[in-house]
């Protein structure tokens, strides 16, 4: 089958000056050559440290900002043109991170959930102000908040209008730019619930950026781990943390803290800092941080090759690392268990 949304080879470079005269002084490498695909109905969730390109490569793929280089294909045609980049517009939509300042604080919620319609021609007046209490509901509000302000608002009842707002033109994919990072723990697990229920009813297709490996555990079908502007690992859900094939991707599972105090996970740290984009390290950018660097990795690039079904991995050496130690992440697995619960809670309480 056709992937719903295709992304090969995308690049983005931001040049850099320096001196009183403005010279170039560089380039910042945001997003470097990064490839990947989403199936109709499937969640892929983008992983890794902040500043690694996570957001930059979601806001290429809605071409909120030009790539330098790569194609993004959706449903098989490649968006390039003002007629397809209009088309992509209503078929992809987005959830940004921060409810606070995605809404525009002038506009009552219904006029803010209302205005994609307009903006794509749908329906007219009295079709979209159903729509507009159609939506409301679906998220959980109450039809009398269509005549609010978003100040008047928790972040999580924010979120929801957002949420809201990116189903008005019934899309196809939708791109959560770490969705509930600004939202407590509570709320996140109504929100998260919320996701899962709008993909199983529209059969919606998320790109899911994230920071918390429990709620990606929870939300993602396949996950993808970007370090320093590149994708060094995808593979399924499952497979990726129960047996990671690269260093960095075992590194972020290790560094996931145990809810218990009075127990000490063997964390391994890595070393060094995080290589400037501006001048990233040759070879494999993870080099100067790996614990198990050969020569090679300082000369050569590994490619994103398969290495077993459905698991790809950007290192020279992932067929030969050692046995993943899952008790160095024993801290996702209490975690995943407590934010479970708190959305089965949730869900529960949405029920009654």
Known sequence: MTP???????EKHYPTKSGLLGRSGGVVRAVDGVSFSIARGETLALVGESG????TTARLVLRL???TAGTVRFDGIEVSGKAELR??????????????ASLNPRLRVGEAIAEPMEVHGVGDASS??????????????????AQRYPHEFSGGQRQRIGIARALAVQPELVVCDEPVSALDVSIQAQVVNLLKDLQQRFGLSYLFIAHDLAVVRHMADRVAV?????IVETAPKR??????????TRALLAAIPHPDPRRRGRVAHLGGDVPSPVNPPPGCRFHTRCPHA???CREQAPPLREIATAHASACHFAEDLPAFDAAAAEGIAPLAAQRLALYAAAKARRSA
């Open 52 to 55: 690694c390109g996570k957001s």
């Open 87 to 100: 088309a992509l517009r209503r078929r992809v939509q987005v959830v940004f991170q921060d409810p606070y």
């Open 226 to 230: 970007m370090y320093l502007g590149q």
């Open 65 to 67: 900002i030009e790539p």
């Open 128 to 145: 979209r102000a159903a729509r507009v209490q159609e939506l409301l509901g679906l998220v959980g509000l109450a039809p009398y908040h």
């Open 4 to 10: 719903l949304l295709q992304v090969e080879g995308l």
């Open 294 to 296: 050969q020569p090679i």
């Open 239 to 248: 497979t990726l943390f129960a047996a990671p094939r690269h260093p960095y």
